[in-house]
Antibody
């Protein structure tokens, strides 16, 4: 079964750091680009960032709201994608979803597989 | 940044109705548009990509149309399991953006 499982969420104080993990199974992880999408309580979806597959250099793209604070990386040997979140703000409070990119090309595309999400609460 | 206007934000309908949801872009995006369905407490699910291509396993009562700046999601015959929130998403250029969402509720 194709599956993504996020972990690492929790309660963290403003200004601190947190790292989320996304463990993939059921497909060849290294062949796919991945994204993180978040959803604040009661709000809509917000794209956070994207990492290309190693075939396209493993390069990244970020939303302006997190650029310079968040970093996406991947370990294809472990089938894990990471979201390193630094200098967290209260407005980063959200459910964070890991997603698989459908397109398989450099520019990315729609998200065909989603994890169940992990909640991050930033509060003092 | 490409801005998206999704409408309506709330749609009241009955089982068996035909419903349409609109997504308008601030600039042309060719056909780089996806639609997702989200039920309460669950992750979104992909319904349609490339504006009109039905994702595998999605019922044929869902369809998408449009290109450029104006797009539509149609549910031809609303079923009880279709009451949910729907989002459009553009992947034409970074930053990728989502519409504000349309909640389809029981009339």
């Amino acid at each position: 079964e194709v599956q993504l499982v996020e972990s690492g969420g929790g309660l963290v104080q403003p200004g601190r750091s947190l790292r989320l993990s996304c463990t993939a199974s059921g497909f060849t992880f290294g062949d796919y680009a991945m994204s993180w999408v978040r959803q604040a309580p009661g709000k809509g979806l917000e794209w956070v960032g994207f990492i290309r597959s190693k075939a396209y250099g493993g390069t990244t793209e970020y939303a302006a709201s997190v650029k310079g604070r968040f970093t996406i990386s991947r370990d294809d040997s472990k089938s894990i994608a990471y979201l390193q979140m630094n200098s967290l703000k209260t407005e980063d409070t959200a459910v964070y979803y890991c997603t698989r990119d459908l397109s398989g090309n450099y520019d990315g595309g729609a998200f065909d597989i989603w994890g169940q999400g992990t909640m991050v609460t930033v509060s003092s | 940044v490409i801005w998206m206007t999704q409408s309506p934000s709330l749609l009241s309908a009955s089982t068996g109705d035909r419903v349409t949801i609109s997504c308008r872009m601030s600039q042309g995006i060719s056909s780089y548009l996806a639609w997702y369905q989200q039920k309460p407490g669950k992750a979104p699910e992909l319904l349609i990509y490339a504006a009109s291509t039905l994702q595998s396993g999605v019922p044929s009562r869902f369809s998408g149309s449009g290109s450029g700046t104006d797009f539509t999601l149609t549910i031809s015959c609303l079923q009880s399991e279709d009451f949910a929130t729907y989002y459009c998403q553009q992947y034409y250029s970074f930053p990728w953006t989502f519409g504000q969402g349309t909640k389809v509720e029981i009339k």
